[in-house]
């Protein structure tokens, strides 16, 4: 009888460990690269690969530590300390997703930045919230668009054209502020 219950028990152990593992990766970061309304959009004409690079250039110069960076799906994500320190231990830090889309003749990113609060015990809870700071965002579009105008430019001392402080309109009726 002892011999048939430590069987059991032995093949009961195998099914639950056999039954936890699988064959595709976890990718739980993925999911919050869902695109939604907290998102800021801008298009740019010219190329989806010249694009991904300008802007992946824009938060590395930021001083963003990047976790994922994907061409195939077009995702930038990275974090970085509030004091732009990507190893500070501060309370609050950093952290942005972007997307970059084709459409139409050219290309469009979408970018999220969220300030990542800890709090509780040890810093065991967290909480992002989106940061709806404008001119943060048109900052960013800016220096993405200068990095694609150099690039696409076969002469590199070109100067970004001035908008006069804004934004050019976009073509597309997605674009938001």
């Known amino acids: 009888m002892t011999k048939l219950i430590k069987k059991s028990i032995l093949m009961i152990s195998f099914c639950l460990i056999a039954g936890c593992s699988s ?7 993925r999911a919050i690269f869902s695109l939604d309304n907290n998102y800021q959009r801008f298009q740019y004409p010219g190329d989806i690969e010249i694009t991904f690079e300008s802007t992946l250039q824009v938060f590395r110069d930021a001083g963003y530590s990047i976790d994922v960076a994907d061409r195939a799906t077009g995702q930038i994500s990275g974090q970085r300390g509030a004091s732009g320190d990507s190893r500070s231990s501060t309370d609050k830090d950093l952290k ?3 997307l ?6 050219g290309s469009q990113v979408a970018l999220k930045v969220v300030q990542v609060v800890k709090s509780g015990a040890f810093g065991s ?3 992002e919230i989106i940061v709806n700071d ?4 048109q900052f960013a579009f800016r220096r993405i668009e200068s990095l694609n105008s150099q690039t ?9 054209p001035d908008y006069g402080g804004e934004l050019p309109a976009s073509s597309g009726s ?3 502020w």
Not at 23 to 29: F, I, R, Y
Not at 100 to 105: D, K
Not at 134 to 137: C, K, L, P
């Open 152 to 160: 696409q430019s076969p002469d590199s001392s070109a100067t970004p």
């Open 96 to 98: 942005f997703y972007a």
């Open 174 to 176: 997605n674009q938001r």
């Open 100 to 105: 970059i889309l084709p459409v139409n003749s």
């Open 23 to 29: 064959g595709s990766a976890l990718q739980l970061d």
């Open 134 to 137: 404008v001119q943060m965002y």
């Open 125 to 127: 809870n967290r909480s």
